[in-house]
């Protein structure tokens, strides 16, 4: 299988002189093709601040990630913004839709932010609609969607541009356990139907044992 991230000694400080922390203390991961992954650990100890960093969505203080073989913190802004656009595809726990757009609308967003044509994605958009079982909710607003379904209308749209990878921060964190399930085994889906490289981050055993590895955070370090 191959490598799409590599992560090597990435180290990350807050704050400055005597107040300053370091959340992560030299951190070496690598997510091969088509894995699904869990990152588990204990509040605080950078879960989401090493997901973010993975991403580009946050720069390391020392060390290097790699996407695809390429360190994107080397990577000029419009480069590294055209790899989160296009290769990598963000999940949060807070669904961030846009209220006035309807379903369909706000899972084509990042298909019309980046300049293409709705029109083109069609056959893209019914397929995905039809996994996160929407179809007949396309015209929707968020406001008339229960949280779960919402969750679901944010996956499609991290989805819809056919990413390599999906980075997902407690993305079931405000759901019910029901709903939880449904989202979990959606992400299990759309990593064997799609073949999408997933890595979560989670605090549940129940949720982590939907992929097939875990990588246990501890005060900054890897310990499992």
Do not use: W
């Amino acid at each position: 299988m191959k490598t799409v991230i590599q992560a090597n000694n990435i180290t990350k400080n807050f704050g400055k002189g005597e107040n300053e922390s370091q959340i992560l203390k030299g951190i070496d991961i690598e997510i091969k093709e088509r894995e699904f992954v869990s990152i588990m650990g204990p509040s605080g100890c950078g879960k989401s601040t090493l997901l973010y960093i993975l991403g580009g969505l946050d720069a390391p203080t020392s060390g290097k990630v790699h996407i695809h073989e390429k360190d994107i913190n080397k990577m000029k802004d419009k480069e590294k913004s055209k790899v989160r656009r296009s290769d990598i595809g963000f999940v949060f726990q807070f669904y961030n839709l846009v209220q006035n757009l309807n379903v369909e609308d706000n899972i084509l967003l990042p298909i019309v932010m980046g300049g293409g044509k709705a029109r083109h994605y069609k056959k893209e958009l019914a397929e995905i609609l039809d996994i996160v079982g929407l179809s007949d909710r396309r015209k929707y607003l968020p406001s008339q969607l229960s949280g779960g379904q919402q969750q679901r209308v944010a996956i499609a749209r991290a989805v819809i541009s056919n990413p390599g990878i999906l980075l997902a921060d407690e993305p079931v964190g405000n759901l019910d356990s029901h709903s939880s399930t449904t989202i979990m085994e959606l992400f299990k889906r759309i990593n064997e139907e799609k073949g999408i490289t997933i890595l979560q981050v989670t605090h549940s055993e129940t949720n982590a044992a939907y992929g097939n590895r875990i990588i246990r955070l501890s005060d900054g370090l890897v310990v499992g």
